[in-house]
């Protein structure tokens, strides 16, 4: 049955047409030193020099080139919202340096020839203030906002190819980069937008030499860290347990083709007071273990303070922690022997880099005399691992710690005690 409405005529045969494609130059980024793929990794003041060379496989009317070295910071963390789906995203854009090229010589390119764009830049101390316009609670978190944080990739980055310990979590990442933008000649008037011809960029390693100055948990010349614990028997209170630690010496890493590898060593000078409530005798040292913590902080809001893993748990919006722990040494101190000390004995440790000490006293209920020893705890890391700087920026810090765990027997006691002590460490850069 006809609905009295013309059929649709059917159309075959047709030539297909291609609309023409884009013409999009060749640029290659060469970095000067660079050799059969190995990355260089560079450091405060030291020259990025390379050159960016440019090919065409038509006629192109060149208007624009513009070199950059830049550095982003990008992290994503859950909502603060837990109804609400998905992760939020931040980039912060902290480097943004550019290489004058005022007049181009050859603006018409032509196929065959080789163009050449030298560029030359160097690693600054810190970037500018205005890149960090937040609030903060003090100058010093300012002042570490504005240094330059380090590359900081995860473990899939072609910058690391060791097995363990200085990657970054997926969910951030810190990276710098040479940018090369060619813009085609306008054709019309000066204020006619460019259109871009190509974007092209290569990936740096910087591993900046700046000094932080602060590590997690620890403030400013905080020099000693000390830890009290009751020796109990039986219900009984035999004395105070008192453990006093030396902040140790920064490990200094230094780069490698492969990445950053330690190359120093450090230690931990542990010194140990026994004070008896009753006549006594000091608890036997057993064994005391130690691990390496890392702990990576990112956020999509920028840190007002040295983040804590005791602040984010009392917030918990938009930021995250990734921590690992790496087993070090273990040490056994049953040989290890006790030193009696007259009652008016007062052991101070102090710092040669400053005036401040600590004091420890007996207290007025021991029966006349006190007990110390001290050990000195080795801080060998292993080879394959990858640290990068300790380091504070808006977005994501970086913080080591040296766990130690004590177990120890005291007389009398059916079960042998634990005391644990965490001890932030440094790690700097060091060419």
């Known amino acids: 049955m006809s609905s009295g409405l013309p059929m649709p005529c059917a159309i075959r045969n047709l030539p297909s047409y291609q609309l023409p494609a884009k013409h999009v130059p060749q640029v290659i980024i060469e970095i000067n030193g660079e050799k059969d793929g190995e990355k260089r990794t560079f450091s405060t003041l030291d020259l990025i020099e390379g050159t960016a060379i440019v090919t065409v496989t038509r006629e192109t009317d060149l208007g624009h080139v513009d070199i950059t070295l830049e550095g982003t910071s990008t992290t994503s963390a859950s909502r603060a919202v837990s109804f609400v789906p998905g992760r939020r995203k931040a980039s912060h854009k902290f480097l943004r340096l550019r290489q004058p090229i005022d007049h181009i010589q050859e603006t018409h390119l032509v196929p065959g020839q080789s163009y050449r764009f030298p560029f030359s830049f160097e690693v600054p101390e810190s970037i500018s203030s205005q890149q960090c316009d937040h609030s903060t609670k003090d100058a010093e978190v300012e002042q570490a906002h504005t240094q330059l944080p380090p590359t900081f990739e995860s473990r899939s980055s072609k910058f690391w190819q060791s097995t363990a310990g200085g990657w970054a979590p997926k969910a951030c990442r810190i990276s710098y980069k040479i940018r090369v933008v060619l813009s085609e000649k306008s054709q019309t008037t000066t204020s006619t937008p460019r259109s871009k011809l190509c974007d092209v960029s290569r990936s740096l390693r910087i591993m900046p030499a700046a000094k932080m100055t602060k590590a997690l948990d620890c403030p400013l010349h ?210």
Not at 298 to 319: F, L
Not at 364 to 385: Q, R
């Open 222 to 431: 905080y020099l000693v860290h000390e830890k009290q614990s009751e020796c109990r028997s039986l219900g009984r209170n035999l004395g105070n347990l008192q453990v006093a630690a030396e902040e140790p010496r920064q490990i200094q890493i230094s780069s490698t083709s492969t990445g950053i590898n330690t190359g120093s060593t450090s230690a931990v000078q542990l010194h140990f007071t026994f004070d008896p409530t009753t006549n006594t005798l000091p608890p036997q040292l057993c064994k005391l273990r130690s691990k390496l913590e890392v702990a990576t902080y990112y956020g999509t809001s920028p840190w007002e303070d040295y983040p804590t893993t005791e602040e984010m748990e009392c917030t918990g919006t938009d930021r995250e922690a990734y921590v690992t722990t790496t087993p070090l040494q273990s040490l056994d101190l049953t040989s290890m022997q006790w030193e009696k000390l007259p009652s008016f004995y007062s052991a101070k440790v102090k710092s040669a880099d400053s005036a401040s000490e600590y004091s420890v006293s007996s207290s007025g209920t021991s029966p006349g005399h006190s007990y110390t020893v001290s050990v000195t705890v080795p801080i060998n890391l292993p080879d394959e691992h990858a640290l990068v700087p300790t380091f504070h920026s808006c977005l994501v810090s970086r913080t080591y710690a040296i766990d130690l765990a004590l177990s120890y027997q005291v007389p009398s006691a059916i079960c042998k005690s634990t005391m644990n002590l965490r001890i932030p460490i440094e790690v700097v850069y060091g060419r």
